[in-house]
């Protein structure tokens, strides 16, 4: 499992994280509301990650914002002290129907716009963006199929915990976790027991973990081992399909596979 494959090598990969344009960045503290994104980003570097997914609640407003100060960072010279390589995955955390919180994950070279686009498509109410207070008319089953068909990936939110797909029940739950084309749920305690649904399912999905952090102090405590040849959409679908050879979580190794 721990093997390199010829011109692949293994990400450090987070793919869950938020910036001062999701309301609940701080939990309170207006210090942590006022970071500065080359500040942001400085945190996941010290940090060693190599892969950030952006995943505001219901906004992709930071995105672009963050991608230029990454953009003046590597050019810049010298560089900030803690500077390392980073690859920016643009995203957003939508809140489905029932409040069910779904990932979508888009390519490196996407930005706000396609994560605005994909907001309008499952008609999030534009009054609350950046939010939990409100929710999207559209089922899990729906804003899945609209984020593959925006060209992103999906990913069900800590399905074990609260605002997760596995709190949902019978024909609903049946219907979401066999949508077309899931290959990844985020699974926040791995040990702990599954529904019975989704053992009589039978699917193999990647389990995959991020650190959902909304404070500095939660930052690279949580992520997965990925492995790409690049960082990309296309790379990370495939070790979505490889799952146990292409992804490995934090609580799985101990060293640097």
């Known amino acids: ?24 960045f701080g939990k309170g503290d207006e210090l942590h509301k006022a970071i500065t994104p080359e ?9 060693g990650i190599d892969c950030v997914a952006i995943t505001d609640h219901n906004s ?3 995105i672009d914002t963050l991608k230029a100060a990454l953009a003046a960072m590597e050019i810049s010279e010298p560089k900030p002290t803690g500077y390392r390589k980073l690859f920016l995955f643009p995203g ?3 809140s489905a129907s029932g409040n069910i919180h779904i990932l979508a ?15 309008g498509a499952v008609r999030f109410p534009a009054a609350h963006v950046g939010t939990t207070d409100a929710v999207s008319p559209d089922s899990v089953e729906d804003i899945i199929n609209a984020i593959h068909l925006a060209g992103a990936i999906a990913i069900p939110a800590h399905v074990d915990e609260p605002s997760g797909l596995f709190s949902l029940t019978g024909f609903t739950f049946t219907q979401a976790i066999k949508s077309e084309g899931l290959l990844a749920i985020e699974v926040v305690t791995k040990a702990k027991e599954k529904p019975e649904l989704y053992k009589q399912s039978k699917l193999q999905l990647a389990e995959v973990v991020g650190t959902d952090s909304h404070i500095a102090a939660q930052v690279g405590t949580n992520y997965t081992w990925v492995k790409m040849s ?13 799952r146990e050879d292409g992804i490995i979580r934090k609580e799985e190794i101990t060293v640097d596979p």
Do not use: C, R
């Open 1 to 24: 499992m721990t093997g390199l494959i010829h011109g692949a090598k293994w990400w450090k990969f987070d793919f869950h994280n938020h910036t001062p344009k999701s309301n609940d």
């Open 39 to 47: 500040d942001w980003l400085l945190m996941y570097m010290t940090a």
């Open 60 to 62: 992709g407003e930071w």
């Open 92 to 94: 957003v955390e939508i």
């Open 105 to 119: 994950l888009f390519d490196p070279s996407a930005g706000t716009t396609e994560v605005q686009t994909l907001l």
């Open 230 to 242: 690049e960082p990309s959409l296309d790379a990370l679908k495939l070790a979505f399909h490889d």
